[in-house]
């Protein structure tokens, strides 16, 4: 008969990990998560792990062990676990570009924070939530539901993170619907807000995101600047997939760079 592990035990090993990882020591972070997954008999550390995954950009194994995850916390009959399941399988569902999927994992999601709610339905929803039924809105090209959602995430208090997040994505809509001064000023408003929290995920994708405001405006050897520190912050922080695409798009660019300085009239 297996003795379980007092629940304090398991939430130690996962603050280590999560410690651990955003310090980029991802070795050790692997080592806490394994340990947490031992321990737990339920689906916690198995979401935990699963969205570490899929922030390093491992999604297909981070899908698989959500998908069990989120089984488990069906069977253990818990909203709570069933909603972060869910949420981080939308998450990592968009990321891949399955956008439907992404929707439909995104609607469990809410549907099992609903369930949790004492209040019902009239219960406001996690920012969590409200970033992510924004996320699906932007795809779909509902600008101002998705607006108007972010700017309740913006004014949420005592969670700064989400608050810049929400920052973030209402500089995509700004860029989406064409006003891209608007979508500039609040992308580098966001990139402060992540600095200040010493966020280098977030300082990553702030950064990039200028990047690519500035490229369309002409401004290639600043865009380049910044490609080059987001791709830095990526890397410390073992975000593989970024490393990737922003090496990529630095190369594109040092090649045009290039051709810029061979032919002035270019540009």
Not at 22 to 30: D, Q, T, W
Not at 60 to 72: G, K, M, V
Request: glycine share 6%; hydrophobic share 45%.
């Amino acid at each position: 008969m297996r003795i379980s592990t007092p629940r304090p035990v398991v939430d130690s090993l996962l603050a280590r990990a999560t410690e651990y990882a955003a310090e980029g020591a991802l070795h050790h972070a692997e080592s806490f998560f394994a340990a947490a997954i031992a321990a737990d008999e339920g689906a916690t550390a198995r979401i935990a792990y699963g969205t570490h995954l899929a922030e390093l950009g491992e999604f297909d194994e981070a899908i698989r062990l959500l998908l069990q995850a989120w089984e488990q916390a069906k069977r253990d009959g818990s909203p709570q676990l069933r909603a972060w399941a869910c949420q981080s399988l939308a998450s990592s569902y968009r990321e891949t570009g399955d956008y439907i999927a992404a929707s439909q994992f995104q609607q469990l999601a809410i549907a099992a924070e609903l369930d949790s709610c004492s209040g019902g339905e009239g219960s406001a929803l996690s920012t969590e939530s409200r970033l992510g039924r924004a996320a699906d809105l932007l795809q779909s090209s509902e600008f101002a539901d998705a607006e108007s959602l972010l700017q309740t995430c913006r004014a949420t208090n005592g969670d700064e993170g989400m608050s810049a997040t929400a920052e973030l994505n209402l500089g995509v809509a700004a860029l989406r619907t064409g006003d891209v001064e608007a979508a500039l000023q609040k992308f580098y408003s966001a990139f402060q807000q992540f600095q200040d929290m010493q966020d280098a995920a977030g300082t990553s994708r702030a950064l990039e995101a200028i990047a690519k405001v500035q490229l369309s405006l002409g401004n290639w050897t600043v865009a380049r600047n910044l490609l080059d520190k987001a791709n830095r912050l990526a890397r410390h922080i073992g975000q593989r997939h970024r490393v990737r695409q922003l090496a990529d798009a630095i190369v594109r660019l040092d090649r045009a760079l290039k051709l810029l300085e061979a032919d002035p009239l270019l540009n």
